[in-house]
Nanobody, 124 residues
Framework: QVQLVESGGGLVQAGGSLRLSCAAS????????MGWFRQAPGKERDFVAR????????YYADSVKGRFTVSRDNAKNTVYLQMNSLKPEDTAVYYC?????????????????WGQGTQVTVSS
């Protein structure tokens, strides 16, 4: 089992920044690729970013490319999502998830463990 707890969400004005954190406990954190997803009210859960086990590989949704950066610290069992130049359309609940495959995936079905989510609200 892997337990994931997100933090760092909040209310921010458009153009602002937030950094989300996801702390993991349980099985070896470095055995999992990690992903970030988001879900806005009435919409499906969408892929945001993923990072491989060793952080050598990252991948982003087109909608956040150039504005968001995913990183991880395996010594601290934590994955981060730095979000800059935030837009109102970034408003959603953000989830981190753990994928046992080395590189991770864009498909939420590939992820075995999920956090409870953290709300990000961007005002215009």
């Amino acid at each position: 089992q892997v337990q994931l707890v997100e933090s760092g969400g909040g209310l921010v004005q458009a153009g602002g920044s937030l950094r989300l954190s996801c702390a993991a406990s349980g099985r070896t954190f470095s055995s999992y690729a990690m992903g970030w997803f988001r879900q806005a009210p009435g919409k499906e859960r969408d892929f945001v970013a993923r990072i491989s086990r060793t952080a050598a590989s990252t991948y982003y949704a087109d909608s956040v490319k150039g504005r968001f950066t995913v990183s991880r610290d395996n010594a601290k069992n934590t994955v981060y999502l730095q979000m800059n130049s935030l837009k109102p359309e970034d408003t959603a609940v953000y989830y981190c998830a753990a994928d046992p495959k080395p590189l991770g995936s864009r498909d939420p079905r590939s992820f075995d463990y999920w956090g409870q989510g953290t709300q990000v609200t961007v005002s215009s």
